[in-house]
């Protein structure tokens, strides 16, 4: 994890040094430290500095526990069946996540996409069976349904 | 001074008994539900209470508001989802006592304190009132920003133990509130030209990402996470932990942290704009430093857990004293409250208790009852929550993503907010994989307003001068803390340099 913490340190670095310069150019209404820029300057440079100093912090135990090994000790997980079972499951979990925002909701509106959603990951990741995770899905969109639109009276997506 | 009591029995009427006995039920299933807050809750029934009359629709705003902000522990103790803001502190250590297999002691002692805490700030509202505005209006804006920054870093440095991730995350908090227009000027600061960022991000979707989301991802990749210790020991009933509870709060250490928490709690609450999220991580702050085993904290300290939830109900009460002496909200829910009690008809401010002294009665007996429900709901919902979380840790887990959903699109009818939250909660993800704490950032993002446009009206007001920052009196003592806060960790880095820098050279 060194080798990433190091290499997002960096990267943070240079994004606050970014964003610290487009806040140095903001428009001032009477003088700098009172136009819109100027908290924002103090805060991008001090991510800046916080993150040079992670940065220098990681990598100074990068090198002494070498970088090899750390790379190494990166890519161990993914190469047993339990790593690889967990980024499996990330995946899976993020990926219908994304799934039921982006494509489910839109397309097939709030009560039937969340259904579908509900019973896929109880499924999947409840290890229920497949009428128990029908009604339980059906029960729990239900009041979800009915708890938004009749006593809190809001919107759905 | 007893026409203030005239309408304390009116509180105990069964009309009201009733409105406050719903609305705290109703706060705390709000409040702990991972996609809902207390500020969405009170907003939402203030349009449903125009046709109550003026005491009922007090009742159930205040009581809802109590509930919810109790509400946010079960879900942060049960399943380390904050159901509120300033819950976050409460699951550094309700969490891992529920791993622990004392999830129902934890609720339970959760419940005590937050009710003890609450009826703590009652007797202030009552007693010190005077007192309490006045410290209150010595706060300029100077103090308000030292008050944003301190928060922020006490955060930061109380998260993790390594002092620099939790500064960066809180600073990266900061930033992400100066998205959007620029309150004084009017500019749109980091928007590149998307009219979508133009109102900023929402804190609730970021929060509900950064806490909600990533939790149930992470958690269905490792459902072992969640699995709780069954340490073999025999269960206490609800009645034996109450007690439990009861021994903590009152009996040393848990009798000193209540004490001092409550105090924090009240005092904090009392400030304008500033409400229950500094004070819970204020307190948990104290608590840690003159505990006899801070290592405790974060891996399961009881004290911890007291000093968070303390400290957030007894704000609850400390928000009435600006509320109610000056007009001033202490918090977003209470401006909400002020709004609807001059729908009402009522005017608080600095005659409120010379015009009205019946309601000042009636609300103090109100927040009486309130924390006593508080502490009977919270014990008898307790065996119901935990049957609940017996589930598979997937299907609660595909709920509090359905919920996350739901409770982002709710707060302003848009999808981009639903698109926020997710994106939150992969930044989320990618922060617990580097162990950079979420809380400081959510802090950040609360108090970033509080601290960049109380820098510039300070600048205003002292004639662009940067002196005043550092002469007056309060702002000394906050920049002390500060100093100490950031200074000792930073000491530790260099010195922790150094010596591996000479030991290199010796080697």
């Given at each position: ?85 967990r ?61 938004f ?9 | 001074?007893?026409?203030a ?14 409105y ?20 969405m ?33 079960r ?10 803001p ?22 339970i ?15 202030a ?7 309490i ?169 009881y ?55 019946e ?38 887990m ?110």
């Open positions: 994890m060194l080798v990433v913490e190091t290499s997002v340190g960096a990267l943070l670095v240079l994004v606050f040094v970014y964003f610290a310069t487009v806040s140095a150019k903001m428009p001032i209404a009477d003088k700098f430290w009172t136009g819109s820029g100027a908290f924002p300057l103090i805060v991008s440079a001090l991510l800046a500095l916080c993150s040079a100093i992670w940065t220098a912090e990681s990598f100074s135990r990068l090198k002494k526990a070498g970088i090899r090994r750390e790379v190494d000790d990166l890519v161990k997980p993914l190469k047993e069946k339990s790593g690889i079972s980024l499996l499951r990330f995946l899976a979990a993020l990926g219908l996540s994304l799934l039921y925002v982006f494509a489910l909701i839109p397309w097939l509106k709030f009560v039937i996409a969340t259904i579908i959603f509900l019973v896929v990951m109880s499924m999947a990741f409840g290890r229920l069976r497949p009428v128990p995770a029908v009604i339980t899905s059906v029960a729990v969109t239900a009041g979800i349904y009915a708890a639109r009749y006593v809190l009276m809001l919107p759905l997506p | 001074m007893f026409k009591f005239g309408m304390v029995g009116a509180a105990f009427a069964p009309a009201s008994l009733a406050l006995f719903c609305g705290c039920f109703l706060g705390i299933v709000v409040g702990a539900l991972p996609g809902l807050t207390a500020t809750a009170v907003s939402l029934l203030v349009s449903l209470t125009y046709s109550l009359d003026r005491t009922s629709a007090l009742a159930v705003l205040i009581s809802v508001y109590l509930g919810a902000i109790y509400g946010g522990s879900s942060a103790i049960l399943l380390n989802v904050p159901g509120t300033s819950s976050a502190a409460t699951a550094l250590d309700g969490f891992p006592l529920a791993k622990k297999g004392e999830g129902p002691l934890a609720s002692v959760a419940t005590s304190v937050s009710a003890g805490g609450g009826m703590f700030g009652l007797l509202l009552l007693f010190t009132t005077p007192m505005a006045a410290l209150s209006l010595k706060f300029g804006v100077w103090e308000y920003f030292w008050l944003a920054m301190f928060g922020v870093v006490i955060a930061s440095s109380l998260t993790t133990s390594t002092f620099i991730k939790g500064l960066i995350a809180g600073l990266l908090g900061l930033f992400f509130s100066y998205i959007g227009m620029d309150e004084i000027h009017g500019f749109a600061r980091f928007t590149f030209g998307r009219t979508s960022f133009m109102g900023g991000i929402s804190l609730v979707p970021a929060m509900i990402g950064l806490f909600g989301f990533a939790e149930a991802i992470d958690s269905i990749m490792a459902p072992e996470s969640h699995l709780i210790k069954d340490t073999g020991e025999k269960k206490q009933s609800l009645w034996q932990m109450t007690m439990t509870s009861f021994k903590m709060m009152l009996t040393p250490p848990g009798l000193g942290v209540f004490i001092r928490s409550s105090i924090i709690g009240t005092i904090i609450g009392a400030i304008p704009g500033v409400g229950p999220d500094i004070a819970s991580w204020t307190a948990y702050g104290a608590a840690k430093r003159t505990s006899k085993h801070p290592e405790k904290f974060g891996n399961g300290s004290e911890g857990l007291m000093a968070s939830e303390t400290a957030n109900n007894a704000a609850c009460s400390g928000v009435f004293i600006p509320l109610l002496t000056l007009g001033i909200p202490g918090c977003a829910v209470t401006a909400v409250i002020i709004g609807a009690m001059r729908l009402h008809g009522l005017r608080p401010g600095p005659t409120f208790f010379f015009d009205s002294p309601m000042v009665g009636f609300i103090a007996a109100a927040l009486f009852i309130t924390n006593v429900f508080i502490q009977l709901q919270g014990v008898g919902l307790t065996t119901v929550i935990n049957k609940v979380l017996e589930a598979p840790v997937g299907a609660i595909s709920v509090v993503i359905v919920l996350s959903v739901v409770g982002s699109y709710a707060i302003s009818i848009r999808m981009f907010d639903v698109y926020t939250m997710l994106a939150f909660g992969l930044l989320g993800l990618g922060m617990r994989r580097l162990k950079i704490p979420a809380a400081p950032l959510a802090l950040g993002m609360i108090l970033g307003p509080l601290a960049d446009l109380n820098f510039r009206r300070a600048l205003y007001a002292g004639q662009y001068a940067f002196r005043p920052f550092f002469t007056r009196p309060i702002s000394i003592v906050l920049v002390a803390s500060l100093v100490l806060m950031i200074g000792g960790p930073l000491v530790k880095v260099i010195r922790g340099a150094r010596n591996g820098s000479s030991k290199r050279t010796a080697a």
